[in-house]
C-alpha cells in the first residue's frame, strides 16, 4: 500500500516506474527480434540475421509454402483462442482514447503471438505493432495493478510503446514522439519526463543485448541546395497519393477476401499462398522490409518500380487476409523506392538538375511513412537519429509536410484510425475522449425519484407534495411506465379552482417522449437537456420498458461536464486537478 500511494503522489516515483518499464520492454523486444530472425532463418533456410527481404532464396518450394502453412496455423490458432475469448484486442491508442489507459496483457499477448508467427512466416507486415502492442500491455498491466490515476495510467502506456519503437529503432526521440502523437495524443510537460526515461532506457537495453544498427543509414551526409527542397515539395505531394493508395490497397483485398466462400480461419493460408506465388518472382516482398538499402537502390528503375507495386500488393495480401502485423517497416521500404525511383526519372527527364539521391530516397521514406503511420514529427526525428544529419531531416521534413497535408485534406485518415473507421471504433486518435462515454446518466442521476400515478387527482398531489416540498414530480402509468413530468408551479397555482383540483394528473403530464437512458454520456445527456428544456430528466431502463430508475438535473450534468474538462486541461498543463477520478 505504501509503494501504490507513493507512486500516486508522486512524479518522481512515475519517472522511476516508466524508466524500469522502458527497460523491461528493451529486454522483450530485443527478445522477440531475435525469435523472428531465428524463426525466418530456420523455415526459409537462410543465414542467421540475414534480412528476409534480402537473402537469396534457395528453394522455391519453401517460398511458395512457408506463408502458406504460416497462414493456415495462424488462421487454426486465431480460430481456437476465439473460443477462449472472443472479445476484440484494444490497442494503446484505442486504450488511451476510451479506456483510459486499460488493456488486457493476455490479450496483448495473443496480438504479439499472432504477429510474430506472421512475421516468422514472411508475411509482408512488420513487427512494430507486436512491439508496441507488448510494450503499452504490460505497461497498462503493471499500472492498473497499482491502482494508478487515469492520467498516469494513460502515460504509462505510452511509455510502453514508445519504449517499444526505441528498441526496435535504436532512436528514442522517434520513440518518444511516436508516442506522443499516436499513442498519447499530443505532448505535454506532464508526460515528457517519463516517456523520455522510458525511451532511454529501453534503447540502452537493447543495445546492451543485440546492438541493432539504424534502419536507415546510408554512410554519408547528404547535400540539400536550391532546387532539393522544391523536389522534396513535390516528392511529398506524390508520396502522399501513394500513402493513401496503399492503404486503399489493404481495405480491398481485405474485402476480397471476405467474398470468398471460404471459413475465416483459411483466408490467412490463402493469402500467405499468393504471396509464396507472388514471392516467387520478387523475394525481396517477404519479411517486413525495414528500408530500402543501396543494393535496392542500384537495381535500376524498372526493378525498383516493379518491387515497389510487388511490396504495395504483398502488404495488401498479407494483411487484408488476416495476418497480423503494421505498415511501419514496410511504409519506410516503400517510401525509399518511391524516392530513389523518383530520382531516376527526373534524371531522365531533367538531366543535370543536381538533386542529391540519398535525400530523395530519405525524404521518400519519410513522407510515405508519415502518411501512412500519421506520425510526421517521428518521421523526421527517425531520419536524424539514423542519419545524423540535420540538412537531410530537413529536406525530410519538407516532405512530411506536404505529405501529410495531402492525406489530412484527401483521406482524413492514417492507417490506425482508417481501421478503427472500418471497425466503427468512433475515434480518429488517441485523444481522451473516454472520460465523456464513461460519465453517463447512471452514473449523473440521483435516485430519490418523486412519482405519481396518472390516474391521481391533482388535489392528491398537492397534499402529497405541498408547496415548496418538490420542484419536479414525474407521471407514471399503472404498470410504473413513464409518462411525462409535472410542474410543480402549475400544479400550486393559487388560479385553479376546485373543479381543477379533481384532475387526473395524467393530464398535466408533459414531456412524455423526453427522457435518458443509463448508457447515455454526458454530450447526449446535455443535448437532450438543451432540446427539451427543461431542468430535470427521468433515466428509464430503456425506450420499450419505461419504468424510471433515477433523474438527472442540467445544473448537475453541467457542473460535472465543466469539472472534467478542468481536470483534462489540468493535466495537459501538468496539475494535479482537485477532484481528479483514479
Same mark, same amino acid.
Given at each position: /500500500?505504501?509503494?501504490?500511494?507513493?507512486?500516486?503522489?508522486?512524479?518522481?516515483?512515475?519517472?522511476?516506474?516508466?524508466?524500469?518499464?522502458?527497460?523491461?520492454?528493451?529486454?522483450?523486444?530485443?527478445?522477440?527480434?531475435?525469435?523472428?530472425?531465428?524463426?525466418?532463418?530456420?523455415?526459409?533456410?537462410?543465414?542467421?540475421?540475414?534480412?528476409?527481404?534480402?537473402?537469396?532464396?534457395?528453394?522455391?518450394?519453401?517460398?511458395?509454402?512457408?506463408?502458406?502453412?504460416?497462414?493456415?496455423?495462424?488462421?487454426? /490458432?486465431?480460430?481456437?483462442?476465439?473460443?477462449?475469448?472472443?472479445?476484440?484486442?484494444?490497442?494503446?491508442?484505442?486504450?488511451?482514447?476510451?479506456?483510459?489507459?486499460?488493456?488486457?496483457?493476455?490479450?496483448?499477448?495473443?496480438?504479439?503471438?499472432?504477429?510474430?508467427?506472421?512475421?516468422?512466416?514472411?508475411?509482408?507486415?512488420?513487427? %512494430?505493432?507486436?512491439?508496441?502492442?507488448?510494450?503499452?500491455?504490460?505497461?497498462?498491466?503493471?499500472?492498473?495493478?497499482?491502482?494508478?490515476?487515469?492520467?498516469?495510467?494513460?502515460?504509462?502506456?505510452?511509455?510502453?510503446?514508445?519504449?517499444?519503437?526505441?528498441?526496435?529503432?535504436?532512436?528514442?526521440?522517434?520513440?518518444?514522439?511516436?508516442?506522443?502523437?499516436?499513442?498519447?495524443?499530443?505532448?505535454?510537460?506532464?508526460?515528457?519526463?517519463?516517456?523520455?526515461?522510458?525511451?532511454?532506457?529501453?534503447?540502452?537495453?537493447?543495445?546492451?543485448?543485440?546492438?541493432?544498427?539504424?534502419?536507415?543509414?546510408?554512410?554519408?551526409?547528404?547535400?540539400?541546395?536550391?532546387?532539393?527542397?522544391?523536389?522534396?515539395?513535390?516528392?511529398?505531394?506524390?508520396?502522399?497519393?501513394?500513402?493513401?493508395?496503399?492503404?486503399?490497397?489493404?481495405?480491398?483485398?481485405?474485402?476480397?477476401?471476405?467474398?470468398?466462400?471460404?471459413?475465416?480461419?483459411?483466408?490467412?493460408?490463402?493469402?500467405?499462398?499468393?504471396?509464396?506465388?507472388?514471392?516467387?518472382? +520478387?523475394?525481396?516482398?517477404?519479411?517486413?522490409?525495414?528500408?530500402?538499402?543501396?543494393?535496392?537502390?542500384?537495381?535500376?528503375?524498372?526493378?525498383?518500380?516493379?518491387?515497389?507495386?510487388?511490396?504495395?500488393?504483398?502488404?495488401?495480401?498479407?494483411?487484408?487476409?488476416?495476418?497480423?502485423?503494421?505498415?511501419?517497416?514496410?511504409?519506410?521500404?516503400?517510401?525509399?523506392?518511391?524516392?530513389?525511383?523518383?530520382?531516376?526519372?527526373?534524371?531522365?527527364?531533367?538531366?543535370?538538375?543536381?538533386?542529391?539521391? /540519398?535525400?530523395?530516397?530519405?525524404?521518400?521514406?519519410?513522407?510515405?511513412?508519415?502518411?501512412?503511420?500519421?506520425?510526421?514529427?517521428?518521421?523526421?526525428?527517425?531520419?536524424?537519429?539514423?542519419?545524423?544529419?540535420?540538412?537531410?531531416?530537413?529536406?525530410?521534413?519538407?516532405?512530411? +509536410?506536404?505529405?501529410?497535408?495531402?492525406?489530412?485534406?484527401?483521406?482524413?485518415?492514417?492507417?490506425?484510425?482508417?481501421?478503427?473507421?472500418?471497425?466503427?471504433?468512433?475515434?480518429?486518435?488517441?485523444?481522451?475522449?473516454?472520460?465523456?462515454?464513461?460519465?453517463?446518466? /447512471?452514473?449523473?442521476?440521483?435516485?430519490?425519484?418523486?412519482?405519481?400515478?396518472?390516474?391521481?387527482?391533482?388535489?392528491?398531489?398537492?397534499?402529497?407534495?405541498?408547496?415548496?416540498?418538490?420542484?419536479? +414530480?414525474?407521471?407514471?402509468?399503472?404498470?410504473?411506465?413513464?409518462?411525462?413530468?409535472?410542474?410543480?408551479?402549475?400544479?400550486?397555482?393559487?388560479?385553479?379552482?376546485?373543479?381543477?383540483?379533481?384532475?387526473?394528473?395524467?393530464?398535466?403530464?408533459?414531456?412524455?417522449?423526453?427522457?435518458?437512458?443509463?448508457?447515455?454520456?454526458?454530450?447526449?445527456?446535455?443535448?437532450?437537456?438543451?432540446?427539451?428544456?427543461?431542468?430535470?430528466?427521468?433515466?428509464?431502463?430503456?425506450?420499450?420498458?419505461?419504468?424510471?430508475?433515477?433523474?438527472?438535473?442540467?445544473?448537475?450534468?453541467?457542473?460535472?461536464?465543466?469539472?472534467?474538462? %478542468?481536470?483534462?486541461?489540468?493535466?495537459?498543463?501538468?496539475?494535479?486537478?482537485?477532484?481528479?477520478?483514479?
Amino acid at each position: /500500500m505504501l509503494t501504490r500511494r507513493s507512486l500516486r503522489d508522486s512524479v518522481l516515483g512515475v519517472l522511476m516506474l516508466a524508466g524500469a518499464i522502458g527497460a523491461g520492454v528493451g529486454l522483450a523486444v530485443a527478445m522477440l527480434h531475435e525469435t523472428v530472425v531465428w524463426t525466418q532463418s530456420f523455415v526459409f533456410s537462410v543465414a542467421h540475421g540475414q534480412d528476409l527481404g534480402e537473402a537469396a532464396l534457395s528453394d522455391p518450394w519453401r517460398t511458395l509454402l512457408v506463408p502458406a502453412v504460416g497462414g493456415l496455423l495462424l488462421g487454426v /490458432m486465431v480460430k481456437l483462442v476465439r473460443r477462449w475469448r472472443s472479445n476484440d484486442i484494444v490497442d494503446p491508442v484505442e486504450a488511451n482514447a476510451l479506456y483510459g489507459g486499460k488493456m488486457s496483457l493476455i490479450d496483448s499477448l495473443r496480438l504479439t503471438l499472432a504477429t510474430l508467427l506472421s512475421n516468422g512466416s514472411g508475411a509482408s507486415v512488420g513487427m %512494430e505493432a507486436a512491439y508496441t502492442q507488448a510494450g503499452a500491455g504490460i505497461a497498462s498491466t503493471l499500472g492498473q495493478k497499482l491502482h494508478l490515476r487515469r492520467a498516469d495510467l494513460r502515460t504509462l502506456v505510452g511509455c510502453g510503446a514508445a519504449a517499444a519503437i526505441s528498441a526496435a529503432y535504436g532512436a528514442p526521440l522517434a520513440g518518444a514522439f511516436y508516442a506522443f502523437e499516436l499513442v498519447m495524443g499530443g505532448y505535454t510537460i506532464a508526460t515528457l519526463a517519463p516517456i523520455g526515461a522510458a525511451s532511454v532506457a529501453a534503447v540502452a537495453v537493447a543495445h546492451w543485448l543485440t546492438d541493432p544498427s539504424p534502419a536507415l543509414f546510408f554512410g554519408r551526409p547528404v547535400a540539400v541546395e536550391g532546387w532539393d527542397y522544391v523536389a522534396c515539395g513535390v516528392l511529398g505531394f506524390l508520396a502522399g497519393w501513394l500513402s493513401i493508395l496503399a492503404m486503399q490497397a489493404v481495405t480491398v483485398a481485405e474485402r476480397g477476401f471476405r467474398a470468398l466462400p471460404i471459413p475465416v480461419w483459411a483466408r490467412p493460408a490463402l493469402g500467405g499462398l499468393a504471396l509464396g506465388a507472388l514471392a516467387l518472382a +520478387v523475394p525481396q516482398v517477404l519479411g517486413a522490409g525495414p528500408g530500402a538499402d543501396p543494393s535496392q537502390l542500384a537495381r535500376g528503375l524498372e526493378a525498383m518500380a516493379v518491387l515497389l507495386v510487388a511490396k504495395i500488393v504483398a502488404s495488401a495480401l498479407s494483411l487484408g487476409s488476416g495476418f497480423r502485423g503494421g505498415l511501419f517497416s514496410a511504409s519506410l521500404l516503400l517510401g525509399g523506392l518511391f524516392g530513389g525511383l523518383a530520382y531516376g526519372v527526373v534524371e531522365l527527364l531533367v538531366p543535370g538538375l543536381g538533386l542529391d539521391r /540519398m535525400l530523395l530516397v530519405l525524404a521518400g521514406m519519410g513522407a510515405v511513412a508519415a502518411g501512412i503511420i500519421g506520425a510526421p514529427v517521428t518521421m523526421v526525428l527517425l531520419v536524424l537519429e539514423a542519419t545524423q544529419d540535420f540538412w537531410a531531416a530537413s529536406g525530410v521534413l519538407i516532405g512530411v +509536410v506536404v505529405s501529410t497535408t495531402v492525406v489530412r485534406q484527401a483521406f482524413g485518415y492514417s492507417f490506425a484510425t482508417w481501421r478503427f473507421h472500418l471497425r466503427g471504433v468512433p475515434i480518429r486518435g488517441a485523444y481522451d475522449v473516454g472520460w465523456v462515454s464513461e460519465l453517463t446518466a /447512471m452514473r449523473l442521476m440521483r435516485g430519490d425519484v418523486k412519482t405519481i400515478l396518472t390516474t391521481q387527482t391533482l388535489d392528491t398531489l398537492r397534499r402529497l407534495h405541498p408547496l415548496g416540498a418538490a420542484k419536479t +414530480v414525474f407521471a407514471v402509468e399503472p404498470d410504473g411506465s413513464y409518462a411525462g413530468i409535472i410542474d410543480m408551479g402549475a400544479v400550486h397555482d393559487p388560479s385553479l379552482g376546485d373543479e381543477d383540483a379533481k384532475t387526473p394528473v395524467g393530464e398535466l403530464a408533459k414531456h412524455a417522449d423526453d427522457f435518458l437512458r443509463p448508457g447515455d454520456d454526458v454530450r447526449s445527456v446535455l443535448q437532450r437537456f438543451c432540446s427539451a428544456e427543461v431542468e430535470a430528466l427521468p433515466v428509464v431502463t430503456s425506450p420499450t420498458d419505461r419504468r424510471i430508475v433515477g433523474y438527472v438535473t442540467e445544473a448537475y450534468a453541467l457542473r460535472r461536464y465543466s469539472q472534467e474538462l %478542468e481536470r483534462q486541461r489540468g493535466e495537459e498543463l501538468g496539475e494535479r486537478s482537485l477532484y481528479g477520478r483514479d
